[in-house]
């Protein structure tokens, strides 16, 4: 006794006791919060057939037990099957725990309020085929009651994380794999939340594969989810949105986008074996929606203040497109070009099919200033003035350009003002030699030399010519892979005029 009195009384023994015996409740409550009881196979048989009945789809639990302590039910190992027996699962989970407030489930009229969720591990595949999904019947809106519910499910905290979303459309085909997925979900004022993932992944048809990266804010109403914002950052392209997606209708979607894309990566994306560059930045502003039976539809309006292909520029550029799972439009579109205005077309169809597609461009140009394009053509003998005006059809069978054909019409008129605009006739014989005293020469310097005293070379020397050559002409042209065939021209200057 005197001694166990000494071990009280010495204040280092003392604490040294509090502390472990402290260390050991902490144990044992911890020990007794993590206990989780087994609820047995009846128990989970009976959750697996719930389950299955109401989503009409198998589902598959590993085990279902409950935490001593807290109440939490715990989830292990769940599985939703694919739509198809033998299919992929369309959702796993590794683990799943519920928190319950036990006591509003007892009254007359229950509220089954639950406290949290916290799913970790889960994988969910979206699958798209032929008109049909997989995706399970979440919602029974025909199935409700007309009168008051006997019972309420509130929910006021989710989280879900370190999972993937995976959408695969079979038809186009295309794919999106979403890892690295987190979600939270509240409920005040209403169902809200958000979801990020990132280092996804974006595959369409036989296109380089994207990468992609998101964050987006929503809010829950029913079988409604209404996105109010999205931040998707993707290869090539940085677009804010904000979308709907009605789950009683799945998978009917609509969104509406802004994006900022990069030209010359949307080439090597899309145009991986093609030689021809594009330089520059475009916005577009569009609508993009996923309709039960329909597919995917994208359309919407885009512009650039400066686009080159190639070493050529395109100011101003604008246009429209439309790409559905039939066909890839572009109309509506032009920019300026050297001086002139552009306008064009083009489309892919048909798609969804494995052979038959063909691209076609077809473009129109007028009033083109040929002093400023053969300036830029760095032509290293004549070089022109006049304005150029060509319509031009280009068509090739879809990764075979090198099997293009097409056609064109190409005027070109003299420059306003000029003297040749009045002298480039069919007939030879109205024209008369010069007297050099003429407006164009004496505006080139070149004054009346009777006696030929200012020519270098004698009466037989050629006369120096303009910087441009104002010029006339016509041209209708066919060609394909081997060969271009003109099928009639003229060609006329202040002194000459060829037809051909």
Not at 212 to 221: C, E, G, Q, R, Y
Not at 288 to 307: I, M
Request: proline residues 7%; hydrophobic residues 40%; charged residues 20%.
């Amino acid at each position: 006794m005197k001694l166990l009195t000494r071990v009280r009384n010495h204040p280092v023994l003392r604490y040294a006791i509090y502390f472990v015996a402290s260390l050991a409740a902490l144990l044992a409550a911890a020990l007794v919060a993590s206990l989780t009881i087994d609820l047995g196979p009846a128990a989970r048989g009976a959750a697996e057939r719930g389950g299955s009945d109401y989503l009409e789809r198998p589902i598959h639990i590993g085990s279902l037990g409950i935490r001593l302590l807290t109440g939490k039910v715990v989830v292990e190992d769940l599985t939703i099957d694919g739509f198809h027996q033998g299919d992929r699962p369309f959702f796993t989970a590794k683990r799943i725990e519920v928190g319950f407030d036990w006591f509003p489930a007892f009254r007359l009229r229950p509220d089954f309020n639950i406290a949290s969720v916290e799913m970790t591990d889960l994988q969910m595949l979206v699958e798209k085929w032929d008109g049909g999904h997989n995706f399970p019947k979440f919602v029974h809106e025909d199935n409700q009651p007309k009168g008051p519910r006997r019972f309420t499910v509130t929910l006021r905290y989710l989280r879900a994380y370190r999972g993937q979303f995976t959408f695969e459309d079979h038809e186009v085909p295309w794919s999106i794999v979403c890892p690295n997925l987190d979600i939270n979900i509240g409920n005040l004022p209403n169902y809200h939340g958000q979801a990020v993932f990132s280092g996804g992944t974006v595959r369409i048809q036989d296109f380089v594969p994207m990468w992609a990266n998101m964050k987006a804010d929503f809010v829950i109403d029913g079988p409604h989810i209404r996105l109010s914002k999205i931040d998707l950052d993707t290869d090539g392209a940085k677009t804010m949105a904000r979308g709907e997606v009605d789950f009683s209708q799945w998978p009917n979607q609509s969104y509406s986008v802004q994006s900022r894309v990069s030209f010359p990566r949307m080439r090597q994306l899309f145009f991986k074996d093609e030689t021809w560059d594009l330089t520059g930045d475009g916005d577009f502003t569009g609508i993009f929606r996923l309709t039960k039976g329909k597919g995917h539809d994208l359309s919407g309006r885009f512009t650039s203040d400066l686009a080159g292909v190639n070493a050529y520029r395109f100011p101003s550029l604008y246009g429209s497109l439309h790409w559905t799972p039939e066909a890839f439009d572009v109309w509506n579109a032009g920019s300026k070009f050297y001086g002139g205005d552009a306008q064009f077309t083009y489309g892919i169809k048909p798609l969804g099919k494995k052979t038959g597609r063909t691209h076609r461009f077809d473009s129109t140009l007028t009033n083109v200033d040929l002093a400023r394009f053969t300036d830029f053509q760095q032509l290293p003998g004549l070089r022109f003035a006049g304005a150029a005006s060509v319509h031009n059809a280009l068509e090739w069978p879809a990764g075979h350009f090198s099997e293009h054909r097409g056609d064109g019409h190409l005027v070109v008129t003299p420059p306003p003002g000029q003297p040749a605009r009045g002298t480039m006739t069919a007939s030879l014989a109205a024209a008369r030699p010069s007297t050099g005293s003429g407006p164009s020469e004496l505006a080139e310097g070149r004054a009346a030399d009777t006696d030929h005293s200012q020519q270098e070379w004698g009466p037989f020397a050629p006369m120096p010519l303009p910087a441009h050559l104002p010029i006339a002409g016509e041209l209708t042209y066919r060609y394909s892979p081997d060969a271009v065939t003109i099928d009639g021209g003229r060609f006329a200057t202040e002194r000459t005029h060829v037809t051909f």
